[in-house]
């Protein structure tokens, strides 16, 4: 029974991993681009429903689209002054790292105007209601763990249709392919681009609330440690692949708890990370990943 | 004019990709652009489609002027590129690869039976419509590229050297398809290195060099001229 409700905990942990993991790997897949004002907006997410509502009282069906909406203009910033800044101005965003560097830049910066405003602290989070776990026979479950899960697995089941039988996720699979073609065709990149960092924005923000009403804490720097691991959930899972993300989120929730149930918690990370590495050894390309044709600048 | 290019220019930082071309297209007409490697070719054909911004000149297609115009606009209007190396999306199958030629289409009810006429002409392409694309060859991919681009609709196809790379069967065939899709009205741009063929198949032609039109006349005068003998026919 306690280790059913370890396996449980794991799961539920993943799909906080593999909501991350899916921003990630969205942007990678698609514009060939490692984001990393991921965890910056994630962190927005959580910080700013809760600001909203300690600081501002403001109920939490007002505050929480209010924080997912600021997670979707921040991550608009982001395209705005990275990628497409790198795109007008020099013809390609990804061929060399700025990108990349200018997202770690954003990442501080919405971390660093939130601790000027609200300080470097833990802020407890309030919950909104009385008890946000459930008991089913003997055994605990975390309902925002669960709501998690299942908007992860929502959310990329919808991708997935999107992607494999519209015309929008036609233009999309053109881009994610080649940027260059997809303009000669026709389509549309300012007007298409955004669009993939308002998903990864949205995705994002809303782990960010989901994780501080699971752990009913939040600080500036609380994307940090998730955002390692939902990376290597996205490694695991094979770059690009939004299913593989989810498996991989899962499974490394899944290590992580049973780790700690077996091994105990100081060995967490030497055990991700050195399961990480092997695989990495082992199948370069992630669980679902496709070996790279000539594609992936990093 | 169906297309009127006037003392166009491409720059890329220090570089002067295209330093004053002017050209025309009338409607049903196939003009040639001649030239070496480097000389500005594809560079002007990105600037009539709009995804390089020209440093000066005008441009001007179906009586409006488009120099400044988004590319999905030109595309709209009728102009299309079959761009050089066919950039063919090869994780993408090959029905998807058409339906994005036809992806800015206002009218959709002729598609189907267009595409099956594609398929028609194409049987090698009909028979694996749903594998990825990367499994075709050289000269497929290139058919598959002229399939997308005919299902755009255009009154002006470019083709940036469309013959690079295929055998003089596949040559022949491209070509062949070329004057019949003119037939049936469609303008044609025609950038090629292989100068014979082309000015045996455009009414006019025009030579770039080091991104100058140094040159420009009917095909036949072209033809004869001594000096383009030399430099692009191999001719002693």
Redesign the interface.
Known sequence: MILLQQIINGLMLGGLYALVAVSFTFVIGMLNFLNFSIPGIFMLGGMLSWALMVQYALPWYAAVPLALLAGILASLLVERFTYRYMRTRFGDATEHAIPLVSSIGFLILFQGLVQIRWGADLHNFPSPWENTSLRIGGLLISVPQVISLALALTLVFGLTVLLRST?LG??L??V???P??A??????LPRLIPAVFVVAGLLSALAGVLFALNYLQVSPVMGDEISSFAMAAMVVGGLGSVWGAIAGGLLLGLLEVLTIFFLGAKVIKPVVWGALFLLILLRPQGLFGKPS?GRGKF | MLLEVEDLHVRYGRTHAVAGATLSVAEGEIVAVLGANGAGKSSLLKAI?G?VKPAGGRIRFAGAEITQA???Q???DGLV?V?EGR?I????TIE?NL???A??RRDRATLPREMDAIYDRFSNLAARRDMPAAVLSGGEQQMLAIG?AML?KPRLMMLDEPSLGLSPLLVDRVFSLLRELNGGGMAVLLVEQNTRKTLELAARGSVLELGRMVMAGSAASLLADEGLQRAYLGAG
């Open positions: 015309s036609r233009s699979r053109a994610a392919e080649s260059d073609t303009q000669l065709l026709g389509i549309d044709v | 489609l995804t988004p590319v999905p030109r595309i709209r590129l761009p950039r999306l090869v994780s993408m998807e339906l994005l030629g992806g800015l997308r755009a």
